[in-house]
C-alpha cells in the first residue's frame, strides 16, 4: 500500500468514525458500523488505530485541533479590569459554542463528549475542558474573594449552564423568545454572543453577590467599548 493510499484510507475512517462516535457514543459505537461507512475492513482499523479506543482518542484530537483552528480563544491582557478579562473570555467561549456547523461531526463529538463524558474522553476533559475552566474559577477568585467556595463554583457552572443551554436549544429559545434574536441562526450572532456575554457576566455577578467586588455597572457604563473590540 503505498503512502498517499494510507493516508487517505486513514483520513476516511477518521471521518466515518467521527460521524458514528458523534451520533452513538464510544460505548454504542462499533468498529463495524465504522467500517461500513468507510468502505474498508477491520483489518484497516487495526493497522492504522489499533482499536476503537485509540481511534475514538484520534477523532476527538482531530476534532479539538479543528475547532481551535476555527473558534481560536483570544488572548487575554491581563492588565484588564476583571470583568473585561471576564467579557473577553466569555465571548471565546460562546463563539466556540454558538458560532459553529451543527451538522459538523466535529463539533457534535466534542459536545457529546461534555454531557456525556467517556472513559476514553478523559484526556480530553484533562487536557482542554478543565484548564479552560480553571482560567474563569480564577477570575471569579479575583472579582470574589471573599465568597464561598460554593458561591464561587455555581457563579461558574452558571457559565457552562449558558453555553450549554443556547448550543443546544437554539431552535427552542427562538420559538418561545424570539425578541431575544435567532440564536439557532449565524445571522448578526456575534453580536448576540456579546450582548449574552454581557448578562452572563452580570449574572455571575449577582450570584456572588455583596462579596463581587467587580463594578459591572461601571464598566458597562463607561469603559467597556475602550476595553474589548465589537
Known sequence: MS?????????????????????????????REICQNARTNVASVNYHF????????????????????????????????????LVVYLDGILGRFLVSDPTSWEG????????QPS?????LLEQVVRPQFEYL????????????????????HFVVGQCILFRTAGPLIDFLTPELGPFSSPVE???????????????????LGKDCTADMDE??????PRFISA
Do not use: H, N, W
Open 3 to 31: 503512502e498517499a493510499i494510507a493516508e487517505t484510507t486513514r483520513k476516511r475512517i477518521i471521518s466515518a468514525a467521527g460521524e458514528v462516535f458523534a451520533d452513538r457514543g464510544y460505548e454504542a459505537a462499533t468498529v
Open 50 to 85: 489499533g482499536d476503537k479506543r485509540k481511534l475514538y482518542e484520534v477523532c476527538l484530537d482531530e476534532a479539538r485541533r479543528q475547532r481551535e483552528a476555527l473558534f481560536p480563544l483570544p488572548a487575554i491582557d491581563d492588565g484588564l479590569p476583571l470583568p473585561a478579562r
Open 108 to 115: 457534535r463529538l466534542l459536545l457529546r463528549e461534555i454531557l
Open 119 to 123: 472513559s476514553a474522553g478523559r484526556p
Open 137 to 156: 474559577a480564577g477570575i471569579v477568585d479575583l472579582m470574589a474573594p471573599q465568597a464561598s467556595a460554593k458561591d464561587k463554583a455555581f457563579a461558574c
Open 189 to 207: 450572532l456575534q453580536g448576540r454572543i456579546r450582548e449574552l456575554s454581557l448578562r452572563i457576566a452580570a449574572g455571575m455577578c449577582a450570584i
Open 219 to 224: 464598566l458597562l457604563r463607561c469603559s467597556l
